[in-house]
């Protein structure tokens, strides 16, 4: 009865029309989606993205998306609640597979509860991914003296002062895979804030970008990525992006980072929830000591 009512599932390409639905599906699912990131999930990989579709209703969508020829990535997988347990999700799933079919390494975050169900289709548990939450009004714990002469040695550039091709290099370093395409279009975003910390030299040893979110009842913001040499100067970066947007802060920590729990613990950020990231493949041979925050769960 499954296989009969899953066949009349027709899986397309998500399009721009398309985006205000999925973001609202996935404010409701509790991903709490940032302003503009399905569009820009959507401008990575145009083939990427897909909604499931029964007759004129869609019902469901999941992200494959190609980073480059040795690294994807799959999120933004859900079936509304309605239509779930007809093995639409599993056709979802195996459409997004096909997709990445030829990439050697692909990567997912999981719910506690879908480990089992991942590690049947060749995914292996790498590290928990932690969620803060930080509610106040934009001021954290007084600056040291040690903190301030940290940034002291540095330039803070916002916005369009970045120089794109040194966070480039930057990020390309520390990340599982070059995502050019993808960076540039998350901090040139116009919603919320991007910082950087460069030197007299003119590179980087840091950067981060917070936007605004849509939280499952009402709003707030979203810390990421957020990238530094050290945790003083991620401190430094937290500090000012929060202080420039009050309210609820969320930051997706990667568990690989021995660092960043003391921190956030110190600045005064609670744990809402862990998931945990799982990869198909080799993993990739980086360090997270210098990943404080990861841009998003959907895409990595």
Not at 31 to 38: L, R, S
Not at 206 to 214: D, E, M, S, T, W
Request: charged share 20%; net charge negative.
């Amino acid at each position: 009865m499954v296989e009969s009512i899953s066949s009349l599932l027709k899986i397309r390409p998500l399009k721009p029309k398309d985006i205000p639905l999925v973001t609202k599906w996935s404010r409701v699912e509790g991903f709490t989606p940032g302003a503009g990131d399905v569009a820009i999930y959507r401008h990575t990989d145009h083939q990427g993205l897909w909604l499931g579709w029964l007759g004129n209703e869609p019902i469901g969508c999941i992200a494959g998306i190609r980073y480059n020829q040795n690294y994807g990535f799959i999120g933004l997988f859900l079936v509304i609640p309605s239509m779930r347990g007809n093995g639409y999700g599993v056709q979802l799933w195996k459409h997004a597979l096909d997709h990445l079919t030829d990439i050697p390494c692909i990567g997912l975050e999981a719910a506690l509860d879908r480990i089992q169900d991942y590690g049947s289709w060749g995914f292996e548990v790498s590290s928990p991914t932690t969620r803060w939450q930080w509610e106040g009004n934009g001021e954290l714990l007084e600056e040291t003296n040690n903190e301030n002469h940290q940034i002291d040695q540095l330039t803070i550039l916002e916005g369009n002062e970045i120089p794109s091709r040194i966070v480039q290099a930057y990020d390309a370093k520390r990340e599982p895979s070059p995502r050019p395409h993808f960076l540039s279009d998350w901090l040139k975003h116009p919603a919320g804030t991007v910082l950087a910390l460069i030197d007299d030299n003119g590179s980087c040893h840091g950067f981060g970008r917070i936007r605004p979110c849509l939280l499952q009842h009402g709003e707030g913001w979203r810390i990421g990525p957020l990238l530094a040499d050290n945790s003083h100067l991620a401190e430094c970066l937290l500090r000012r992006l929060v202080k420039r947007h009050p309210g609820i802060v969320l930051i997706d920590t990667p568990g690989k980072n021995p660092h960043v729990g003391g921190l956030l613990n110190k600045l005064g950020f609670k744990v809402i929830s862990q998931t945990v990231r799982m990869y198909r493949g080799e993993q990739p041979p980086i360090s997270m000591d210098e990943i404080y925050g990861l841009a998003c769960l959907e895409l990595g």
